[in-house]
């Protein structure tokens, strides 16, 4: 594990910026499309001949899987509906929740995606509250990620228990765009889903994509910058959704096993891997676990990089 110190530079408000700072002369212009979706502003980029109509198609696609992930429509919707039955759901979501009982299972339940009933709780949905130790107590009988049954392509969660698929939604769509993308012939992509970013190809001129990452203690800052391609860039934040009352802040990164803000002692995780579902996941679950157990998990996973910012503003990268 290696320490260095932060070194904050001041920038235009995005959350994670892509910069171009190839050396050379870009060979085509990009196209480009910014939407409101999944709950926030995505930028979709492309280079190529086909980049126009292959971004208009993955905008479409882009809202198709936002209903099908919703808490309330689609399949995940039906299954959260029909709790207590097996529900049919299309084959990619069946593959998606496989994949995430196994993230549940590798991070020990950091990650996990029955804690619908706690994210009702604290209404990050809907309204936010501070809710009793006796309603998280009884939200608690509903959560457990070893609960969910998976079988012939249908899926039964237990009666009064839902399945919130925000950790990892993103993550798969960016993955799932960049696979339409490729169909169209596209090359060089570099899409922007709120705190994912994720990269097709390398830049048209050949250099990589950077991507900065944001400061989470100055909206108006970045910490770091790193150069990928086909990979994605992660972060999970206490700083990107939250509340306060009288003087606490509470954000939306629930730690299962208490059904409160996880208190890891970081305040943000950057994940930087091939996977771009896993980073999705791999990042709210290390903010749960903090610094020393993610640490330890990366140990034997060299492929996956990560950048972790604790509360004192220390930053430990890790791989
Ligand atoms: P992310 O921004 O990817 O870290 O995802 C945070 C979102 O995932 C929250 O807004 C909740 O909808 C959901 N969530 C919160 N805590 C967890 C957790 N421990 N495991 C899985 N999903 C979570
Ligand atoms: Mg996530």
């Given at each position: 594990m290696k320490m260095i110190r932060k070194t904050a530079v001041c920038l235009a408000a995005f959350l994670l910026l892509t910069l171009g700072?190839?050396?050379?002369?870009?060979?085509q212009e990009p196209e480009t499309r910014t939407v409101f979706a999944m709950d926030t502003v995505i930028t979709l980029t492309a280079y190529g001949e086909n980049a126009g109509k292959a971004l208009d198609a993955a905008v479409q696609k882009l809202n198709d899987y936002d209903l099908l992930l919703d808490v309330d429509s689609g399949d995940i919707g039906a299954v959260n509906e029909n709790a207590g039955e097996f529900v049919g759901v299309s084959e990619e979501v069946y593959k998606l929740l496989s994949d995430c009982v196994e993230f549940s299972r590798q991070t020990d339940g950091a990650f996990?995606?029955?804690v619908g009933r706690y994210i009702n709780l604290w209404g990050f949905r809907s309204q936010t509250r501070v809710p009793s130790d006796e309603e998280i107590a009884e939200a608690a009988e509903f959560v457990?990620?070893?609960q969910i049954e998976l079988a012939d392509g249908k899926v039964k969660i237990p009666e009064g228990m839902q399945l919130d698929l925000g950790a990892v939604a993103k993550g798969f769509v960016a993955g799932k765009l960049k696979e339409l993308l490729t169909e169209y012939g596209i090359e060089s992509a570099i899409l922007s889903l709120g705190g994912n970013v994720t990269t097709l190809g390398e830049k048209p001129d050949g250099s990589q994509f950077v991507v900065a990452i944001r400061d989470p203690n100055d909206?108006?800052?970045?910490?770091d910058t790193v150069n990928v391609s086909d990979t994605a860039v992660v972060t999970s934040g206490s700083y990107m959704r939250y509340f306060d009352v009288d003087g606490v802040r509470y954000h939306h990164i629930i730690d299962p096993e208490t059904g409160?803000?996880?208190?890891?002692?970081?305040?943000s995780v950057t994940v930087i891997c091939t996977d771009d579902t896993a980073a999705d996941a791999y990042a709210t679950a290390f903010f749960v676990m903090g610094a020393e157990k993610t640490s330890e998990f990366l140990k034997d996973r060299p492929e996956i990089n990560v950048i972790m910012v604790e509360t004192n503003g220390e930053i430990i990268r890790v791989n």
């Open positions: 700072l190839g050396g050379c002369q870009i060979s996990d995606l029955t457990g990620w070893e909206p108006d800052a970045y910490l409160k803000p996880a208190d890891s002692g970081l305040v």
